[in-house]
């Protein structure tokens, strides 16, 4: 039996790496808690992603369960925080922005599903103490909420 | 005459290429970052005295939601399917009843005048309400906000909010303002 040519192989496999380059950003934190995202059907596209700090809130992952508890926690970061440190958090981020940039920082507000809001109001109530107003509820995009 | 190089094995490239692939599939995350967009209002100067900014009670509309996740919008309880309609009503009062809020005309720029509706959406939650529950309100709301804009866009330009430019779409946004109060904390569920 005659082998045929594999040498395009690797050429239809970089094509493929080139979409996933393109289309993918690089993962940035380790997820400390779960998050499952509730759904919504008006959401909007984050316009600046470079703009954007995230607030996860959630149940920490099975293995950090033992150290902290299934209580919802705040991660930011690559770890876990108290609704106080926000306020250095917000503050890094907003230094590493541009000047002109800063006023369209977004806070985006990745929560579980089941979250209670008083966390949450926590965190809005923080936020809006160090002046950063934009946020995001972060969703997962659905046609229609059943 | 020298002589002709052997052909080289090249089955091991694609193995390698796809090594590579499985590394950015494990490293990159496709983010799809989607999400209900807000503004906050900005915290009250503490020195400054609280000023209560006078609104006619006709003018505003409280939807509730308890740590039971119930609704309660303008007074009656209802599914979180109804909301939206209610905000609707309550938005663009089409009856011009006294109940629901008062219009002011308004001189937008490159659109003349508008009797721009008053009325707020005040969202307060219970510290017990579920996240999903809140969100599934304030989608609704944001819904009930999208369709009233709609409406004005296809009345007045033929076609849907989304597909206008951006100068229409100002216009827009300021004929329908998305008037949400999102309200300071508070347990709304009576002790027990």
């Known amino acids: ?146 | 005459m020298p002589k002709p190089l052997p052909a080289l094995n090249t089955t091991s490239t694609g193995d390698i290429a796809f090594l590579l692939l499985i590394f950015f599939l494990v490293a990159t995350t496709m983010e799809t970052d989607k999400g209900i967009q807000r503004r906050l209002p900005p915290m009250p100067d503490e020195n400054q005295k609280q000023q209560d900014i006078k609104v006619n009670r006709r003018n505003i509309v409280v939807v509730r939601i308890n740590a039971q996740d119930r609704i309660l919008a303008g007074g009656v309880p209802m599914d979180v399917t109804q909301v939206k309609d209610k905000i609707v009503e309550f938005i663009t009062n089409p009856t011009n009843s006294e109940s629901l809020p008062e219009k002011e005309m308004k001189d937008i720029e490159g659109f003349g005048q508008y009797a721009v509706s008053k009325g707020v959406v005040s969202l307060q939650n219970d510290r017990g309400t579920s996240y999903s529950a809140y969100l599934r309100v304030q989608n609704e709301i944001v819904k009930a906000f999208n369709e009233i804009r709609d409406d004005f866009a296809m009345v007045n330009y033929g076609s849907k909010y989304a597909d206008l430019d951006e100068e229409k779409q100002k216009i827009v946004r300021e004929a329908v303002p998305q008037s949400i109060s999102e309200a300071e904390p508070k347990n709304v569920s009576k002790k027990r």
């Open chain 1, 1 to 146: 039996m005659a082998s045929f040519s594999m040498a395009s192989t690797s050429d239809i496999i970089f094509m493929l790496i080139f979409f996933f380059m393109v289309s993918t950003t690089m993962r940035e934190t380790d997820k400390l808690v779960m998050v499952k995202l509730p759904e919504a059907s008006e959401t909007a596209k984050l316009e600046r992603k470079d703009l954007a700090s995230y607030i996860n809130i959630g149940t920490p992952v099975k293995d950090k369960q033992a150290e902290y508890g299934t209580d919802a926690r705040i991660q930011l970061n690559d770890s876990f925080r108290n609704v106080s440190d926000i306020r250095d958090f917000i503050a890094v981020e907003r230094e590493a922005m541009s000047e002109g940039d800063r006023q369209f920082m977004t806070t985006v507000i990745k929560a579980d599903e089941n979250v209670r809001m008083g966390i949450i109001s926590d965190v809005k109530q923080e936020l809006r103490r160090c002046s950063a107003l934009k946020i995001s509820y972060s969703a997962r995009t659905v046609d229609k909420v059943q």
